[in-house]
């Protein structure tokens, strides 16, 4: 947790303030890194307050925003999941709102791995670098950091991220109910693999294009990497995932229904 505090030690002899050594919120010792000071208690409230907050945003849970966190005064990030409509309603003073609540809780059961990943706080490990790592693996236990290497990941990404699957996701995953799967299929042998970037105009939404490619025997991918076959961008846009696709050589289908006739 960052107390806001910059340049610690010019601040203290500008202001001839002492700077704290504890954190306010739950009095453990405060660590300062590059002039600025961190409580590192996992168990600290503030924090807490913050990942269920990130938690609920990324996995788009609605109407778990901080007043209802506040009034849930949950202890963790598992206990979302073990929520009872009884219990969220004597909480919140309403039954139809808890109702609605523990629906958006259980549709948040199906987020992919991707989501998922980013939803759990893991330092420098966003929605770039949980997309990138979910586009070369299958399911959280098939990360390693050499898979991370080949998603592109830094040294620094890579270490929060096994640290934190050797850490709090072993604490927690037994109480998560989530699958821990991509989208992605690792292709084998001469399995072709296939990403779609902008929307799909043969087919109405991207996980029915999705389906007919899995179909058909392709492999998907979530990010464009060098081992990707195809990219299909059917807007025939400038997106990322198209200059990388570009830059790779990576062969771009603009009609998928035709490539699906065609390939057959």
Known sequence: MLLGYNDCSNLEKAMKITIPT???????????????????????????????????????????GPKTLEKLDLQDLTEIFYLETSEVAERLGSVRVAEKLIEEIDRARSADLATVLASFSIPLVGSTASTKIAGVVGSIDEITPEKCKEAGLGAKVTENLTS?????????KEFLPFSFTSNTEVANGNQKSVCITGKTVSFKTKADAYNALKQSGYAIHESVTKSTDYLVDEQDGASTKRKKADQYGITIIKNLNQFLKETQ
Not at 164 to 172: A, G, H, K, Q
């Open 164 to 172: 934190w699957l050797n850490t709090d996701y072993l604490e927690m």
């Open 22 to 64: 504890t954190c306010p919120c739950c009095d453990y010792p405060l660590e300062t890194v590059n002039d600025q000071l961190f409580c590192r208690n996992q168990s600290c409230s503030a924090q807490l307050s913050k990942k269920l907050e990130h938690f609920a945003k990324t996995l788009g849970i609605k109407g778990l």
